[in-house]
């Protein structure tokens, strides 16, 4: 049975997966035609659209969505992939002023201590925001990347749903992310992007 618009807010403001799944169902492909058609890569696309849904995951008991879902998740989607262009654009611009002896220097690479360093501490970040997820969350992202296991074996395991294991790899990822945003920029240096 399809839920209405205000019934799947309703369900999401109160935690129900599976009404955000539903809401997840309906509008993904159609948002991700959005966003590619604004960013110009499929890729980023999927991970803006994924990012809109994480976030309004995060937000879910103060959303307060006054026009229709559908139009305040393209509204969303507007934007964030704006702010993708935006960033992108800063990001390249302060790497295309960088030296060869820059990008040596912050290289991440057994040679350069620095490049140890933002390794070390990035690792640390991230280990404590994985600490952080709520337990589930945490339990499919470990067993996801650290063990190696796939969507559906973990699903099988912990005898939920492949949907929902997704749902919580982009909450977990979008989270991390989050932690890490403050040396995102300090990656795309060290990898060239």
Same mark, same amino acid.
């Given at each position: 049975m399809e839920l209405s618009n205000q019934q799947l807010i309703n369900g999401i403001q109160k935690?129900?997966?599976?009404?955000?799944?539903? $809401?997840? !169902?309906?509008?993904y492909i159609f948002l991700c035609l959005i966003a590619e058609h604004i960013v110009r890569n499929h890729s980023d696309a999927e991970e803006i659209v994924s990012d809109v849904f994480v976030r309004l995951w995060n937000?879910?008991? &103060?959303?307060?969505? =006054?026009?229709?879902?559908?139009?305040?998740?393209? &509204?969303?989607? +507007? @934007? =964030?992939?704006? @702010?993708?262009?935006? !960033?992108? !654009?800063?990001? +390249? &611009? $302060? =790497?295309?002023?960088l030296s060869n002896s820059d990008y040596e220097l912050l290289a991440w690479d057994s040679?350069?201590?620095?490049?140890?360093?933002?390794? &070390?501490?990035?690792?640390?970040?991230?280990?404590?925001?994985?600490?952080? $997820?709520?337990?589930?969350?945490?339990?499919?992202f470990i067993l996801s990347r650290n063990e190696g296991m796939k969507y559906s074996a973990i699903a099988g395991k912990l005898g939920i749903s492949v949907n929902t294991v997704k749902t919580q790899m982009k909450i977990a990822l979008a989270r991390l992310r989050e932690n890490l945003k403050d040396y995102l920029m300090i990656l795309f240096i060290i990898m060239g992007i």
């Open positions: 935690g129900d997966i599976a009404a955000f799944e539903e $809401l997840y !169902r309906q509008y937000i879910r008991e &103060k959303i307060d969505i =006054t026009t229709s879902i559908k139009g305040y998740l393209i &509204k969303a989607v +507007h @934007n =964030t992939s704006f @702010n993708y262009l935006e !960033r992108f !654009r800063l990001i +390249h &611009k $302060l =790497t295309d002023t040679d350069y201590p620095l490049g140890q360093l933002y390794e &070390k501490e990035i690792m640390n970040i991230l280990d404590q925001g994985i600490s952080t $997820l709520p337990d589930g969350c945490r339990e499919i």
